[in-house]
């Protein structure tokens, strides 16, 4: 795919030091990009592409201290706003466009591959849209638009892919234990199954992924299950029944289409 020349910046500033801002920073340096930084909060960048890699709440903050002329943030549910374009109206400052970049993936180290994850861009201006689209290929990533109206969303959206995944194995985790069987060895155990379950909601969808007792309508099954949790965790019982009442309502809908 050919990309325009300016898609690409030559250097790039990273503010935030966290593991997103690491994470990307090794990302792009390993793409032939030059990297400035990742640098605090309280340091100026001098790059002219500059990327926050800082909390929602400090969004706005950062990229008022910043004097650049194409401003980005990092984050799946702020608007393009928060980065507030019209700063650069300012006589002391350059004209700026702004735009988003938030990589579909989970980071919890520096070494984290970005790899062929999906990446959310936006972009103020139509180069703007560009340089995020060409870091986003830069770091072997698929970038897709997202409108500033759709971000609350499509960030919903990854928040249950990823984060409610890792509170249900943590509730996995507490009623194995009280089988007798110890947190890391649940992990242990329970991972292959939590990864095929992936692999086949990815592959054929949720409907035809689904199995289990609700899925086979063994209701009675489900009771044990619901009073096993009663005894053991009953602060779990009303994230188990909500979770039952939607499986039950996903049975119901393949039910619909199957007739």
């Known amino acids: ?61 950062a990229a008022a201290a910043v004097d650049a002329s194409f401003v980005g943030h990092v984050s799946g549910a702020t608007p393009l706003a928060a980065l507030d374009s019209e700063l650069g109206a300012e006589a002391d400052r350059l004209p700026r466009a702004a735009f988003g970049l938030h990589p579909l993936q989970t980071v919890s180290a520096p070494g984290t591959s970005f790899a062929g994850c999906g990446c959310a861009i936006a972009g103020s201006t139509p180069e703007a849209l560009e340089l995020a689209r060409g870091l986003a290929l830069a770091a072997r990533m698929e970038p897709f638009e997202i409108d500033d109206s759709a971000r609350a969303g499509y960030h919903a959206a990854a928040s249950i892919a990823s984060n409610f995944v890792v509170t249900l194995e943590w509730m996995a985790e507490r009623v194995a234990a009280a089988a007798g069987i110890e947190p890391a060895e649940a992990r242990r155990m329970l991972a292959p199954l939590v990864r095929q379950t992936v692999d086949n909601w990815a592959a054929r969808g949720p ?53």
């Not at 795919?1 to 792009?28: K, Q, W």
């Not at 602060?235 to 199957?258: H, I």
């Open 207 to 259: 409907t035809d992924a689904l199995t289990g007792p609700i899925a086979r309508g063994d209701e009675l099954t489900v009771q044990r299950q619901r009073e096993a949790i009663e005894e053991v965790a009953p602060d779990l019982l009303p994230a188990f029944d909500a979770l039952a009442d939607v499986t039950r309502a996903l049975v119901g809908r393949s039910a619909e289409v199957a007739a």
């Open 1 to 61: 795919m050919t990309r325009p020349e300016y898609s690409t910046p030559r250097r790039l500033a990273i503010v935030g030091r966290g593991r997103v801002g690491n994470a990307l920073a090794r990302a792009f340096a390993d793409a032939g990009i030059d990297v400035e930084g990742p640098l605090g909060r309280e340091e100026t960048p001098t790059a002219g592409a500059v990327l926050l890699c800082v909390p929602d709440s400090e969004i706005a903050n």
